[in-house]
């Protein structure tokens, strides 16, 4: 009970619910405006909470992506321009009931089932967290390798894109952790004699750069105009959400679980929670062809997936140090910085932190009711800002947010480099999700598969001899083995098809 | 830009992995060990030389289709390819002139030209970069500190 005390005392200040509020209309704006993700609300977040304490500084991170999901919404509804990759999946659904004069139910429906979901998501954290962390206190550096490869194979292989393709993001990623001094043996490596780079990349203006620099120059360098903004009908938000939700509590749950459960699986995230989530909801539907028509639907089931994934994501970084998805991995560089070990041991040292981290879940999903509704009715200004207006100011937030992190000029070269390869990697369909996670967890998997093999005296076996770790072992090769089998079931298909 | 087909893809994953392969040869290993600062970079050398042979295996049936180079529609719109080019000179300009400058003219001068490439309307350009300048010079630099380059030269805003 002092604990909640303790954690209660540290969030409940005027300063960090400043704080909240702050990131929140923060994150509402990022969101809403197509092609910024929630990812780079939190990269562009960072170097203001270089200034804050852990708390208000986590919790500007917590608040500003629940609410990034969210306005996501409103730019996909209105414009048929999902705000974040995690509101693509029912953009057409939104979008169509706009157009049939039904646009303030489905931004409604968007907003209350994201809240939902978050709550959901957050229970979940509070509940499992702990267990989970006992259990973890247990693991050596052989469950901690297969559990770092098997997020990075998640992240690979979880993705609607081509595993190959995912695989090079990942072989950059892993190569860019490998650059510097911090390896088994101090060695610099692939330094060039360069002290910046000695002492490795540096992850936030890399992040920056992947992130919103090469966002920025894919909008530039855009074919297609922006679209018109279309008219709401000015109905209440509120008003139909009760009848959906007597309507729809299984896809809400479900939404929730399915949500969180992914959020959890190190790699996978809200883009693709949203995704599995509505087409889970299309397949049991009894109206499946209506959806993708303006049906309602697809929207909460994938709307409460998604927020609630972000709150999932939060158990790997918690429990593990391992980031559920490139959010997470952010956050777990700040908690670094800040001097908080993610990892089973932070509930030992830190308990009065992580409670207060779950409160502010709790209140930045509460928080999202008013004002996601606050900003669904000044949507408007923010959306017809121009991007010949909007890119350059982005950009020179860029510039001096990678600047911040060191205070010196190599953040912003670093930027600018990871942010071309970023634009490079978009535009070959290479997806930036796994390289993020190589960078975070690559010095992880090294001295994890350095020690277990110095332990085992180099036997591939001494991997599956424990109990947890051969079960993760044999859980991550089933994971590398099933694309396979799917190719050679899809050959065999083709093959008697032929015959 | 150039958008690679999966030949082009993998044979650049190859080369990668046998030039991380070579880079990586001189480390030593731990002492008295087998594994050291090597290991990791020559592993990742080795999965990418075997993705990327995978690669060039696998589009062999799609082989005329393969080899063509496409061209990305922006890179044959000047008006856009040029916008790409701007974006990425800003950052220069201002890697490059900040020192001298200062902070505040080299923002304003960056993005007063990045929005007239971007064929912002000039009065409005203007405005937004005077703004924006102003905004972040004193949002980082007078509330979170940060020594964002200063000179002599409109010392007086700060």
């Not at chain 1, 194979?153 to 609607?160: L, Y």
């Not at chain 1, 929670?273 to 697809?298: D, L, P």
Request: glycine fraction near 10%.
């Amino acid at each position: 009970m002092l604990i909640f005390e303790q954690a209660a005392a540290l969030v409940f200040q005027p300063y960090v619910l400043g704080v909240i509020l702050a990131s929140a209309a923060f994150g509402m704006l990022v969101g809403a405006i197509p092609g910024l993700t929630a990812t780079m609300a939190t990269a562009l977040l960072v170097p203001m909470t270089f200034f804050m304490d852990p708390v208000p500084a986590i919790a500007a991170i917590v608040t500003a992506t629940a609410m990034a999901i969210f306005a996501g919404d409103i730019p996909a509804a209105l414009l048929r321009m999902p705000g974040t990759p995690a509101n693509a999946a029912y953009v057409d659904d939104a979008y169509k009931m706009t157009q049939s004069g039904r646009g303030d139910e489905a931004l409604g429906a968007a907003l209350v089932f994201s809240a939902i979901g978050g709550l959901f998501g957050a229970i979940v954290l509070m509940t499992v967290s702990p267990t989970l962390a006992e259990i973890a206190l247990k693991f050596s550096s052989e469950e901690y390798f297969w559990l770092v490869l098997l997020g990075l194979s998640c992240a690979v292989f979880v993705n609607p894109g081509s595993p190959t393709r995912g695989l090079i993001s990942l072989l950059i990623g892993l190569f860019v952790a490998t650059i510097g001094m911090e390896n088994p043996s101090g060695e610099p490596r692939f330094s060039f004699g360069n002290i910046e780079l000695m002492a490795g990349i540096q992850f936030i203006p890399a992040m920056i750069g992947l992130f919103a620099v090469s966002e920025v120059l894919r909008t530039v360098t855009a074919t297609s105009p922006r679209q018109k903004i279309q008219r709401s009908d000015g109905g209440g938000i509120f008003k139909t959400q009760w009848k959906n939700l007597k309507q729809y509590p299984v896809q809400t749950v479900r939404g929730s679980i399915t949500g969180t459960a992914l959020g959890i699986l190190p790699g996978a995230g809200a883009d693709i929670a949203a995704w599995i989530s509505y087409a889970i909801s299309k397949r049991f539907s009894k109206h499946k062809a209506k959806f993708g028509t303006g049906h309602v639907e697809g929207l909460v089931e994938a709307g409460a997936s998604n927020n609630s994934a972000v709150s999932g994501a939060w158990i790997p970084a918690l429990v593990f140090g391992i980031p559920g998805d490139s959010i997470t991995a952010i956050v777990i560089g700040v908690l670094y910085i800040k001097g908080i070990n993610p990892g089973p041991t932070i509930f030992i040292n830190d308990p009065q932190t992580v409670y207060a981290i779950f409160m502010v879940f709790i209140l930045a999903n509460l928080i999202m009711l008013p004002l996601g509704w606050l900003a669904i009715r000044g949507a408007r200004p923010i959306l017809s800002i121009p991007p010949s207006i909007l890119m350059p100011m982005i950009l020179i937030f860029c510039i001096v947010g990678s600047f911040a992190i060191a205070n010196s000029m190599a953040g912003i070269v670093m930027m600018l480099v990871f942010g071309i390869i970023g634009f490079f990697m978009e535009e070959n369909d290479i997806p930036i999700a796994p390289a993020i996670l190589g960078m975070v967890l690559g010095p992880m998997l090294e001295q994890n598969f350095i020690t277990s093999m110095i332990k085992g005296d180099g036997n591939i076996l001494h991997f599956f001899e424990r109990p947890i770790a051969g079960g993760l072992g044999f859980f991550t090769i089933l994971i590398w083995l099933f694309p396979l089998a799917m190719l050679l079931l899809r050959r065999r298909k083709k093959a008697s098809f032929a015959t | 830009m150039i958008k690679l087909s999966e030949l082009h893809l993998g044979v650049l994953t190859a080369f990668g992995g046998i030039a991380l392969l070579l880079a990586s040869a001189h480390f030593g290993p731990l002492p008295g060990q087998a594994y050291g600062a090597g290991t990791m970079p020559r592993l990742i050398g080795w999965c990418a030389i075997l993705l990327g042979a995978f690669m060039i295996f696998a589009s062999f049936r799609q082989l005329p289709e393969m080899l063509k180079p496409h061209l990305a529609a922006w890179v044959r719109t000047p008006r856009l390819a040029g916008a790409a080019l701007a974006t990425i000179a800003v950052v220069v300009f201002y890697i490059l002139a900040s020192e001298a400058l200062g902070f505040i003219p080299t923002s304003f001068i960056g993005l007063l030209g990045l929005m007239l490439a971007l064929r912002a309307h000039l009065l409005t350009a203007v405005l937004a970069s005077a703004v924006t300048t102003l905004v972040v010079y004193y949002g980082f630099s007078r509330l979170l500190m940060v020594p964002l380059p200063r000179t002599e030269f409109l010392s007086f805003l700060g």
